[in-house]
Structures are given as C-alpha cells and as structure tokens.
C-alpha cells in the first residue's frame, strides 16, 4: 500500500474517532502498574553492557572493526580529531576506553561509585554514539523515501544505541539514588 493512501486511511480513522469520549487517567495510574526496579533487574542492565563493552572493546583490536568504525569517526564533528592516530590508532583508543567502561560497570557491581561511574561512562558512549544517526552519510534509506525511513546499516545500527543509552541512564539514575530508594524502600 502506498505511504500516500496509508496516510489518508489513518487520517480518515481518526477523524471519526472522537478521542476526548475516551478516558485516558488510566494513564495518571501507570506507575501503579509498573513494578518497582529490583537489584536483579539492574543487575540484567549492568552485565548485559559489561558483555557489549567486553565484546564490542577487544573488538576494536582487530583491523575488520578498525576499518569498521572508521567512517563513523571520520564524520563525527565531536571524534573526528581521533583520526590523527590512524584508523587503527582511534580504534586502539576506543577500544581501551569500551574495555575500561566494562571494567568499571564490572566492579560496580561491588561498589557504588563504581556503579555510577561505569554507567556515566556507558551513557556517554551511547551518547556519542547516537550523534554518528545525524552526522554519517547513509543512515537515510533513499529507497525508500530518505529520512525518516532508515537504512539497516547505518541507520537501525545507530538507532538500537538508543536502547543501551536508556538502560545506561537507568542505572546511572538507580546508582546515584540513595540505598533506601534502591531497594524501594
């Protein structure tokens, strides 16, 4: 179906749906639905980026994710400057810092300011990571219209970052809160 017909269906479909009939405070109740956070889950988030930093880290050792990542730190105005080391210098840097943000995420796990260093670090990386959506050539699909439509590499590459940025801002935030509030108390 085209994006143009698609389009009037929907408008067509909300036209004849009168939303202010609906209740909608079921939505001021949502935080009685949502479970409070548990160390296990946080745990989850913590070990679930340890592996990816791990990962993602010692692979920036080799010269296929040097070549990799190249383009990305080539069109970034904020790592660009990386390029003065060579495509397998920056990656060497970066991969040092992946390994170190998984070392600290790791011992925060023990220790709390460990634990909010590591996910302040984590969030910054997704962070960086995010800004390549708006700075790389090709993360627009032409095929398909340009932007807002994306490309599977490198646009939903880039865009899933989104997702580990959330999960390092959770537990940044669960870091830094007092013990009491931790445990939901």
Same mark, same amino acid.
């Given at each position: 179906?085209?994006?143009?017909?698609?389009?009037?269906?929907?408008?067509?479909?909300?036209?004849?749906?009168?939303?202010?009939?609906?209740?909608?405070?079921?939505?001021?109740?949502?935080?009685?639905?949502?479970?409070?956070?548990?160390?296990?889950?946080?745990?989850?988030?913590?070990?679930?980026?340890?592996?990816?930093?791990?990962?993602?880290?010692?692979?920036?050792?080799?010269?296929?994710?040097?070549?990799?990542?190249?383009?990305?730190?080539?069109?970034?105005?904020?790592?660009?400057?990386?390029?003065?080391?060579?495509?397998?210098?920056?990656?060497?840097?970066?991969?040092?810092?992946?390994? &170190?943000? /998984?070392?600290?995420?790791? *011992?925060?796990?023990?220790?709390? #300011?460990?634990? +909010?260093?590591?996910? =302040?670090?984590? %969030?910054?990386?997704?962070?960086?990571?995010?800004?390549?959506?708006?700075?790389?050539?090709?993360?627009?699909?032409?095929?398909?219209?340009?932007?807002?439509?994306? &490309?599977? /590499?490198?646009?939903?590459? *880039?865009?899933?970052?989104?997702? #580990?940025?959330? +999960?390092?801002?959770? =537990?940044?935030? %669960?870091?830094?809160?007092?013990?009491?509030?931790?445990?939901?108390?």
């Amino acid at each position: 179906m085209p994006i143009a017909q698609s389009a009037t269906i929907v408008r067509d479909a909300l036209t004849i749906i009168p939303f202010e009939e609906f209740d909608m405070s079921i939505f001021d109740r949502y935080e009685l639905f949502v479970p409070e956070r548990s160390r296990k889950e946080l745990a989850l988030l913590r070990w679930a980026l340890v592996i990816v930093f791990s990962w993602f880290g010692a692979m920036k050792f080799t010269a296929y994710e040097a070549d990799g990542i190249a383009p990305f730190i080539g069109h970034s105005p904020i790592m660009s400057w990386l390029g003065m080391f060579g495509v397998q210098g920056q990656s060497y840097l970066v991969g040092v810092i992946e390994l &170190s943000t /998984a070392v600290v995420l790791a *011992l925060g796990a023990f220790r709390p #300011l460990s634990s +909010a260093l590591g996910a =302040l670090m984590s %969030a910054a990386t997704y962070f960086i990571t995010l800004t390549f959506f708006f700075t790389t050539p090709g993360v627009g699909e032409p095929t398909a219209g340009g932007f807002p439509a994306i &490309s599977a /590499a490198p646009g939903q590459f *880039l865009l899933k970052d989104a997702v #580990l940025l959330a +999960a390092s801002l959770v =537990l940044l935030l %669960a870091s830094v809160q007092p013990k009491n509030e931790r445990l939901g108390r």
